[in-house]
């Protein structure tokens, strides 16, 4: 096997790049003792305009099908994008928490460190737009680093995507750049596609199968809560139009949610009891370390009443608003939650209060509310919302690292986007000529007849397909051209299985990435 390396290629190769840049197949022919391309070999597409004084490269790969040097004639090459040893290579170091561009810079240096890329990706990332997001960390657990990128690492900020580009570049962000396409210009051919609607799918509600059970009162009567508890969260899938003219479609899908994925509330008061007293317990540190995310951060309650054996404590969390959280977020040192207390309050008054037993004592996690809880809190009017929390350490002191009120976050909503499945105003296909750069938005300049001005249409770039224009009899190339997948029609469900959200088909590898608080 040669050496890693470029190799210039000359004849007829058709690459293909995605929108925002990531190279995804090159198909070509050769002849195999004429390239000397190996298998695995990494292999650039170059192009030049100026007689083969400059190159300039259009795609990067790695041969995943060659020709046997054993072979006379020409053979067929295949290249596949750099992506691909993302999804071979293993994450093996825990991200530390900090801000979500640092992580997945982290993951590629870390991973090109160990060798697994040989120098085949540049251990430096792109960032494109890329606010400061602060992330958890994550414990990859040696999942596939596309798994971790596309799984845990996007889905922290809504609508970013990660590419490998033909410059062999790690690109983490949201894609930006438009194409103007008019179609007055000479050689560019517009077809305007059928537009399929038979599927429609407009809200995603999301599923997981743990949290807290146990019997419920609702001011003293027993409260009916499905059995198992049911947990649900129901996502449109275009933020801010929940009436859709053509109804709705619904699909219902497993998840699995860990820490990560709630956002803590706001504005929350707390204070704390030991033995029913809070004149029993003495409070150090911050509250605000039970609401960080931070492992490193927390408060310690200290009991005054001297007793053997187990320690009953209280943490009281109050909150403007009567709306019930999704969850409440519990990490503390060999502690169980013995029952909760929820309160309805006005003026300062309990207007309804929510008591749960259960059997069984649950110990730190994300405790969720079962749908039939929340519902039922919700008809009640008041100003403000308390949730007590029964805890019983086996120790004197107790150390609380995290312990909050919570809702799902964003990754939800950012799953429920990639599968949406709408009807589109336009989908098309354009060939424009010469190789243009790929972008993720298209805009189409339409023309009647008389070239007059029809407006201009906004597509997404799905996908660049570089060609040539045509091909001679002896095999001399008639120009380069660009043909442009516009509007996809299956572009969003791709991406949602991409997102590797079905919990029925994903849930081991869910449950593997583990996201430390």
Known sequence: MQPMGEIKLDGHPLPEVEGDGNCQECTFSGLALALDIAPRDRVSVEWSEDSGATWRRRYTGIAVKSGSPQNPGTSGYKLVGLMKKMEEAEARTTLA?????????????????????????????????????????????????????????????????????????????????????????????????????????????????????????????????????????????????????????????????????????????????????????????????????????????????????????????????????????????????????VLVMSGGQPVKILNRYAPNMHSSGVLLFPDDVRAAVAGFAGDTLRIVLNLMATDNDLALFTCCPATVGSRVAAVAQAMAKVPTLAAATATVPGWVDPQPTVQIQRRGPNHEDLGIVTLPGALFRYQPAGVTPPGSLIGLQTVIQLGQPDTAEALGEAALIKGRDRTATLKAISVAS
């Open 97 to 341: 928490k900090g801000d979500l561009g640092d992580q997945v810079q982290q993951l590629v240096t870390d991973t090109f460190a160990s060798g697994q890329w040989a120098n085949l990706i540049n251990p430096t990332i792109v960032r494109q737009g890329v606010p400061a997001v602060t992330s958890g960390a994550i414990i990859p657990n040696f999942q596939p680093v596309s798994v971790v990128l596309k799984e845990k690492l996007c889905p922290r900020l809504l609508k970013s995507r990660v590419a490998v580009n033909a410059d062999c570049q790690v690109l983490f962000g949201i894609p930006t750049g438009t194409l103007l396409i008019d179609e007055a210009t000479p050689g560019v051919q517009v077809e305007w596609q059928e537009i399929g609607s038979e599927e429609l799918l407009t809200d995603v509600r999301f599923q997981w199968s743990t949290g807290l059970d146990g019997s419920y009162y609702l001011g003293g009567a027993p409260l009916q809560v499905a059995s198992p508890p049911l947990f649900t969260r129901l996502v449109h899938t275009t933020a801010g139009t929940p009436a859709w003219p053509y109804g709705h479609g619904v699909r219902s899908e497993g998840v699995t949610l860990d820490r990560a994925d709630f956002a803590p509330v706001a504005s929350v008061g707390y204070a704390f009891t030991a033995d029913g007293n809070s004149d029993n317990v003495t409070v150090a540190g911050d509250p605000a370390a039970l609401s960080d995310g931070d492992i490193g951060t927390s408060m310690t309650l200290t009991s005054s009443v001297v007793a053997s054996g187990s320690h009953p404590f209280g943490v009281i969390m109050t909150y403007p608003g009567t709306t019930l959280p999704e969850a409440v977020l519990l990490q503390s040192n060999a502690v169980q939650l013995q029952n909760m207390t």
